[in-house]
């Protein structure tokens, strides 16, 4: 069997003396599949050095092997906070608004995925699969040709790919994908954004593709196809009826008094709509006086890429609105929204999933959104919550019997919360047994064997 070498910004290990499951459905499945292949992760280490040297510091836990590099603070200001997170990300979630076009962000970003090549390279064997991800490492199958790796590599997106109209914003987007073109397999997360870069292809590139995906331009061929990426059913299921899960539902339902309480969970990013959600819940609020205090809203939401001042502004934004709404709305016994800014181990989200009666799933875009899936597994089967879901996640395409809702509009989500407190419990089973089937089907191992099997060429 060939070795599998996977390639990302970080490193994440799966790690089982973590009795709380800390660790994400995707460093499990990567994890799975490295340990399977005998292979190799490789990435940032997330820390700085003074100088980049290039060395490797090679780990093995748990049957997995790591290499990982020190990057120059200068590299983590271009290459991650500044192309990756202030450029691409942005851009990529359809707010060219917020995309800011740096030219040292741009070299700051080709010279990290050389140095990333570089280091990478020499550990890679001639019958080795690649597969590398996401939109920090866009170019990197380019250098590794560049370096002689004739080996199969694969590309995985974990975000959107935006419509043509809105990439041609982007200094020099066709260098950036020419680069793509040359791996061998490119998955995207949706049909919708894979139809997106080939429309690019064809129209900006004049390449073809076929109707299997099959790209072509000049002397590469690529394949293009869609493969949705699942949580680990299995696990996280098995969570929300675990000893900690049943405690964190305890508390949950003894704090909330009999109330029902709609849950979010967001890392705190302008692409997940919190403001949107935040607003369109004021407006239940004040169009339903009458029931408004048999619910609380409890949106969990742990800090992220606090270094890029976007970030600093949704936190600022959301923690305004936080408060005008409880001002508004509060009793003395009664708080409406319960805006927390910190993690929770897994095994606890699995149990507040669980006691939640409605899930507020509301991004204004998001390649796929696990939360959604989360939530639906964690479900009591004879008596689950109602989904709300945003139809701009990629999710939507997948679980079709959520409450569907454009996040913009406060309007119909206030509706949507409306519709999910009184709808029966024959429809909430009816609309959740549809969907557990596609989160369990359709689950992170099948995400991991479908893509290692399209990169075999299988
Ligand atoms: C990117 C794409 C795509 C959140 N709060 C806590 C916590 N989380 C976990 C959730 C979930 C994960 O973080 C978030 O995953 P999402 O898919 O919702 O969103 P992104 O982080 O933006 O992920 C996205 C994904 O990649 C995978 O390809 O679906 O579209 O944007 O698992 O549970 N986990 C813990 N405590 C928290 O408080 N332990």
């Given at each position: 069997m060939s070795r599998l070498i996977v390639i990302s910004n970080r490193v994440s290990v799966p790690d089982k003396k973590k009795k709380d499951g800390a660790q994400g459905g995707l460093a499990v499945a990567l994890g799975a599949a490295l340990k399977e292949h005998r292979g190799i992760w490789f990435g940032w280490s997330g820390k700085e050095t003074e100088v980049f040297t290039g060395d490797l510091n090679m780990q093995r836990t748990d049957g997995i092997t790591t290499a990982t590099i020190d990057l120059e603070p200068q590299d983590i200001d271009e290459y991650y906070n500044g192309y990756a997170n202030r450029t691409l990300w942005p851009l990529f979630h359809f707010r060219i608004d917020l995309a800011e076009y740096e030219r040292q962000f741009g070299s700051g970003y080709e010279r990290v995925n050389e140095r990333f090549?570089?280091?990478?390279?020499?550990?890679?064997?001639?019958?080795?699969?690649?597969?590398?991800?996401?939109?920090?490492?866009?170019?990197?199958?380019?250098?590794?040709?560049?370096?002689?790796?004739?080996?199969?590599?694969?590309?995985?997106?974990?975000?959107?790919?935006?419509?043509?109209?809105?990439?041609?914003?982007?200094?020099?987007?066709?260098?950036?994908?020419?680069?793509?073109?040359?791996?061998?397999?490119?998955?995207?997360?949706?049909?919708?954004?894979?139809?997106?870069?080939?429309?690019?292809?064809?129209?900006?590139?004049?390449?073809?593709?076929?109707?299997?995906?099959?790209?072509?331009?000049?002397?590469?061929?690529?394949?293009?196809?869609?493969?949705?990426?699942?949580?680990?059913?299995?696990?996280?299921?098995?969570?929300?009826?675990?000893?900690?899960?049943?405690?964190?539902?305890?508390?949950?339902?003894?704090?909330?008094?009999?109330?029902?309480?709609?849950i979010g969970v967001d890392r705190l990013d302008y692409s997940k709509g919190l403001p949107d959600r935040f607003e369109a819940y004021d407006r239940f609020l004040t169009q339903n006086a009458e029931s408004a205090k048999d619910v609380v809203l409890l949106q969990i939401a742990p800090p992220s890429r606090e270094a890029v001042v976007t970030y600093q502004e949704i936190r600022e934004t959301l923690e305004g609105l936080t408060g005008s709404i409880n001002g508004a709305h509060a009793d003395i016994d009664w708080v409406p929204i319960r805006y927390v800014n910190r993690g929770y181990p897994r095994a606890e989200l699995a149990g507040f999933y669980r006691a939640s009666r409605i899930a507020l799933v509301t991004p204004l875009r998001d390649g796929m959104n696990l939360v959604a899936k989360e939530y639906v597994a964690a479900q009591d089967p004879e008596d689950p919550g109602v989904l709300i879901l945003s139809r701009f996640a990629g999710a939507a395409l997948q679980l079709t019997d959520a409450l569907m809702v454009n996040p913009h509009s406060g309007d119909e989500v206030s509706e949507a919360i409306r519709t999910a407190l009184a709808m029966p419990k024959e429809e909430r089973i009816r609309r959740w047994q549809g969907m557990i089937e596609t989160v369990k089907n359709e689950d992170v191992k099948k995400w991991q064997k479908d893509f290692v099997a399209a990169l075999k060429g299988s």
């Open positions: 090549a570089t280091s990478v390279a020499p550990l890679i064997e001639p019958d080795d699969l690649v597969w590398v991800h996401d939109y920090h490492l866009l170019p990197l199958g380019k250098m590794l040709r560049d370096r002689g790796i004739k080996n199969r590599i694969g590309f995985f997106l974990h975000i959107p790919w935006p419509p043509t109209r809105l990439l041609v914003s982007l200094p020099f987007h066709e260098r950036l994908v020419l680069t793509m073109l040359e791996y061998d397999i490119i998955g995207f997360q949706t049909r919708e954004w894979l139809e997106s870069f080939c429309h690019y292809v064809e129209k900006e590139l004049g390449g073809t593709v076929d109707a299997d995906g099959v790209i072509r331009f000049e002397d590469r061929v690529v394949k293009a196809q869609a493969f949705p990426i699942g949580i680990d059913y299995e696990e996280f299921s098995r969570a929300a009826v675990g000893d900690t899960a049943r405690s964190a539902y305890e508390r949950l339902v003894q704090s909330a008094e009999g109330k029902k309480v709609l």
